[in-house]
Each structure stands twice: as structure tokens, then as C-alpha cells.
């Protein structure tokens, strides 16, 4: 599940860490999601018939995505129509999403105006929530995983852009204690990736360059964990 865009096949990560371990490597990511796509595709796509006996379940975290939390879609809105879950924060867990009250956010100005609003209001929602609305769904999707693959290995590598975080870092050793295993690109590589000649021309997403990095490094801290 990489972070990314603008970027041809040869330079993403995943085909630098097929390239360097001789290894299939797929990327199911959703362009525009978040931690949403993360169980979203392990319930709802043929990741099971075409992956077989994956080793490891790698999610690209930005510190954005726990404010996509609150979107209501990503770009790719045909798929986001089947998300099933939503986020209690009196219980702190996932409840069903009554999709009655979802039919007119087929229409673009809907989606748009929603999005906005939501996008607005989660930079005034606290820490603590979000970071459980996101442990929550990286739970639900090893879940649903290990019911397929119980040998298989769940990483999330930080993209750590000028101290991305910051306000999440104590909160990390939640999931460790739920068996992921956490990475830091700042740590793998001791480089901030917020310099610019580490971005594409957008200025935002990673360039092949930031990938030619991280990749071997990411490799080393695989092999540490087997």
C-alpha cells in the first residue's frame, strides 16, 4: 500500500523492491485514499486469489492520511461506494455504515462539498481520536489478513517529512503491541524527505530519487526482523 503519484512503474517503490530481491511485489493502493483502503482491499478485492502466501503487508504512512480519516471518498469513487465501516468514537471501534444516506454522494459537487467540510473540521479533531480510528482499521485489515496468511508480517514505514508525527509519535507503540512492525524513513535513512529535490513537480509526492533511497534501506530492516 504505497504513498505516491506521478511517478512511472520503473520508478516506484514497489518495482525497486521487486528489482532488488528478486521478489513479486504488488501495490493495491487506492489514489487519494488512506488507512480506509488498507482492510477496505484485503475484504473486497482478488488480493487473495493473486497474492499467494505473501510475506509481508507493507503500508507507506503520511501523516496526512489520519486527516483523510474524515473524507468521506478518495479519488476513486467507484470503489469507495463498497466501504462498509466507520469509526465509533464513544465505543473506539468500527461500526457498519448505513449506505441509505450515501446515494447522492455519486454526484461530484456532493462528494466535493462534504470532503471539504469533513477535511475542515479533523484539523480541530484531537489526536487521541484519530490515532484510534486509524489503529483501529490497521487492526481490522491484520485481521482479516492473518485469517488468510497467519505467517505473514505487517509493517508501516513512516514518510517522515520534517518531523511528520510529531503529534502521533508516543502513540506508535499501541500497534507495535498489536504486532506491527514500525519504520521510520528518517530513521532508516537519516535524510528528511521534505527537501524539495527528494519531490515531484507537484512538490508533494515523493520522485524516484527518495525511492532509490529508501528501498535498500527498507530491505536491511526486513531482514533484521526475520
Known amino acids: 500500500f504505497a504513498y505516491g503519484w506521478g511517478l512511472s512503474k520503473e520508478q516506484s517503490l514497489g518495482y525497486k523492491?521487486?528489482?532488488?530481491?528478486?521478489?513479486?511485489?504488488?501495490?493495491?493502493?487506492i489514489?487519494?485514499?488512506?488507512?480506509?483502503s488498507f482492510p477496505y482491499v484485503i475484504e473486497n478485492t482478488d488480493i487473495f486469489n493473486k497474492v499467494k502466501n505473501p510475506k509481508y503487508f507493507i503500508y507507506i504512512l503520511i501523516e496526512d492520511h489520519f486527516r483523510r480519516l474524515y473524507r468521506i471518498y478518495?479519488?476513486?469513487?467507484?470503489?469507495?461506494?463498497?466501504?462498509?465501516?466507520k469509526y465509533n468514537k464513544k465505543t473506539k471501534k468500527l461500526s457498519l455504515i448505513n449506505k441509505r444516506f450515501y446515494i447522492l454522494d455519486r454526484f461530484a459537487t456532493i462528494r466535493y462539498i462534504k470532503n471539504l467540510s469533513i477535511y475542515i473540521k479533523s484539523k480541530n479533531i484531537e489526536t487521541e481520536e484519530s490515532f484510534n480510528y486509524a489503529k483501529s482499521?490497521?487492526?481490522?485489515g491484520k485481521e482479516l489478513a492473518k485469517e488468510k496468511y497467519p505467517e505473514a508480517k505487517f509493517i508501516i514505514l513512516k514518510y517522515n517529512?520534517?518531523?511528520s508525527f510529531r503529534s502521533y509519535e508516543s502513540k506508535f507503540s499501541e500497534l507495535a503491541n498489536e504486532g506491527f512492525y514500525i519504520f521510520d524513513t528518517k530513521d532508516l535513512t537519516g535524510i528528511d524527505f521534505s527537501d524539495k529535490k527528494y519531490?515531484?513537480?507537484?512538490?508533494?509526492?515523493?520522485?524516484?530519487?527518495?525511492?532509490?533511497?529508501?528501498?535498500?534501506?527498507?530491505?536491511e530492516a526486513l531482514n533484521e526482523i526475520e
Do not use: C, M, R
Open 17 to 29: 523492491l521487486a528489482k532488488l530481491t528478486e521478489k513479486n511485489v504488488y501495490n493495491y493502493s
Open 31 to 36: 489514489a487519494g485514499s488512506g488507512i480506509q
Open 74 to 85: 478518495s479519488s476513486d469513487i467507484d470503489a469507495f461506494l463498497d466501504i462498509k465501516y
Open 137 to 140: 482499521l490497521f487492526i481490522f
Open 161 to 163: 517529512e520534517g518531523g
Open 199 to 219: 519531490k515531484t513537480d507537484d512538490n508533494i509526492h515523493p520522485n524516484e530519487k527518495a525511492w532509490d533511497i529508501i528501498a535498500p534501506k527498507l530491505i
